[in-house]
């Protein structure tokens, strides 16, 4: 079959890795894709914002499956869009309806989902700009420190942690009334703080039936010791040493089944990818964020470990039928790290030469930012410009190969970090 992508980043490459391997892939389309992508598939410059042209380009290329990475155009309503062209009606979809999407695209809708059907998660109150003086009176009588986080889409950058009442406030002003993250902030949830170890969790859902993907912990901040800004991402491992069965167990009854049971009871087909972001507190499992897509840099570590045919699964879900399929996990590790531009998640330039990606030995080397100059040198086209996954019988053995990449990749201005997984390497129960 002639199966699309949606996307440009890391994530999108990694699906297409995973997706050329099958031999049910005929021909193989990402659009836009990056330098990484067209290794594999044939890139196709259209915007994935663009749901005309990308209904233009399943008609044009006869494509039978579309993967839809990023969830910009699932919370705009590309999936009510397509399911809507009579000419598409064979098309299968993977990614959830709008209504679905909502679990991402609106966190007040999020919590209130989670508290509807009893889900785990941080208690949290929700301020607009017209209750702005109940909002700065609630921070007041806060326990500190408190999560502040907009509402809408904010690109990741959207989630502040006030360790003070004065930071909070001031944080709450800049969202509500000065306009920080645009409409996205024009509601503002505050949530209580908990105190833990994160990790990630992702399913697979055809509406009805479920598979738990494997689980894997992001490194979010710049700096190392998870210093500094937060980043849509520096690294991942997985497995994760501390989401042992017996917690995973924990999660399936408390966080997954009841997820799928209430968007069942809202009336939500929600079919594709749901990534859970966990809190691991004393070993009870705390949600703090759905995504409804996979995540970035955690689906290069995720993809690998999936040892079955990801078209075939793939398939299975947009057809309802997933049970009926079979899904094998490797054991081994995988560990990826982040080459990003100097000066991310901040200013940056772009147009930097990229050389001895092929030097990178015994890792398989994602493109997340890149892009051709002039059709013959691959250049840096983004904040994250590379991710590094190696794979291996042990944790330490998995973080040497990352590493040892990320140091052999060259462009100027580059920059990683040298702890990636180290944190696990000395986890102690």
Not at 70 to 98: C, M, T, W, Y
Not at 347 to 361: F, S
Not at 418 to 423: K, M, P, S, T
Request: hydrophobic share 40%; aromatic share 8%; proline share 4%.
């Amino acid at each position: 079959m002639n199966i699309l992508i949606l996307g440009s980043g890391g994530r999108e490459h990694a699906f297409a890795w995973k997706v050329a391997q099958s031999p049910l892939c005929d021909e193989l389309y990402v659009a836009p894709g990056n330098a990484g992508t067209a290794s594999v598939a044939t890139n196709v410059a259209i915007g994935y914002n663009d749901f005309e042209a990308v209904a233009s380009l399943i008609v044009e290329k006869r494509i039978e499956l579309v993967i839809i990475g990023p969830e910009e155009p699932l919370v705009q309503g590309i999936v009510d869009f397509l399911q809507s062209r009579p000419e598409l009606n064979h098309v299968r979809l993977i990614g959830p309806d709008k209504a679905g999407a909502q679990l991402e695209g609106s966190k007040d809708f999020s919590k209130n989902f989670m508290e509807k059907y009893a889900i785990p998660t941080a208690s949290y109150r929700t301020f607009t700009a017209e209750t702005i003086d109940e909002g700065m009176a609630y921070l007041q009588s806060h326990a500190m420190p408190v999560v502040l986080k907009a509402d809408g889409l904010a690109a990741g950058k959207g989630v502040i942690i006030a360790e003070t009442v004065a930071q909070a406030q001031q944080a709450l002003q800049e969202m509500l009334v000065d306009g920080k993250f645009g409409a996205a902030g024009n509601k503002v949830v505050v949530e209580q703080f908990l105190k833990g170890i994160e990790l990630s969790v992702f399913v697979l859902t055809d509406g009805t039936h479920y598979k738990i993907l494997p689980e894997a912990k992001d490194y979010k901040r710049i700096g190392e010791n998870d210093t500094g800004l937060n980043t849509g991402g520096m690294g991942a491992v997985s497995p994760v040493i501390f989401a042992d069965e017996y917690f995973l167990k924990k999660v399936e009854e408390k966080v997954v089944k009841p997820t799928l049971d209430g968007l069942q009871k809202e009336g939500i087909k929600y079919v594709g990818f749901i990534f859970i972001g966990l809190m691991n507190v004393k070993s009870e499992p705390y949600v703090i964020e759905y995504n409804v897509r996979m995540g970035d840099p955690e689906t290069e570590v995720v993809l690998p470990r999936i040892q079955s045919d990801l078209v075939t699964l793939l398939t299975a879900t947009a057809k309802g039928n997933l049970q009926d399929v079979p899904m094998t996990i490797s054991p081994q590790v995988a560990v990826t790290t982040v080459v990003v531009s100097g000066g991310y998640p901040g200013d940056y330039e772009k147009g930097k030469v990229i050389a001895d990606t092929d030097k990178a030995e015994d890792v398989v080397v994602f493109h997340a930012g890149t892009a051709f100059n002039g059709n013959t040198e691959v250049v840096t086209n983004g904040g994250r410009v590379l991710v590094l996954t190696g794979i291996a019988n042990s944790l330490e053995n998995a973080v040497h190969k990352s590493q040892r990449a990320a140091q052999t990749v060259q462009f100027e201005g580059k920059y990683y970090r040298h702890d990636i997984g180290l944190d696990l390497l000395r986890y102690k129960d």
